[in-house]
């Protein structure tokens, strides 16, 4: 029996990685994305805190969310460059 706890811990963990692994079949579909996020690209940037602070309080002024606020900002990028503004969905 393990001393103590990390040397338990260690030894379920190479259990765990030696145990046979499940692979799916061809059949089968692995996806660990939600289904909100199918069929879209992450987009970001690094800023300083005081933007994402500043970010967060309009999005809670005006109960939306960030991810709303920054689509309304790149569709006016779009529109300045006389592109289409598709960052936002159109409402139905």
């Known amino acids: ?3 103590n706890q990390f040397a338990a811990a ?6 765990q990685a030696s145990a046979p ?3 799916p079949t061809d059949t089968e579909e692995v996806s660990n994305v939600r289904p909100s ?4 690209k992450h987009v ?8 994402s602070k500043q ?6 002024e005006e109960d939306c969310s960030v991810q709303q606020l ?3 900002g790149i569709d006016m990028l779009f529109h300045s460059r006389q592109k289409p503004t598709i960052a936002t969905p159109k409402a139905s």
């Open 1 to 3: 029996m393990p001393d």
């Open 10 to 15: 260690a030894k379920k963990r190479k259990e």
């Open 21 to 23: 692994v499940a692979v």
């Open 37 to 40: 996020r199918k069929g879209a």
């Open 44 to 51: 970001g940037g690094y800023f300083p805190p005081e933007v």
């Open 55 to 60: 970010l967060r309080l309009i999005a809670l």
């Open 70 to 72: 920054l689509a309304e």
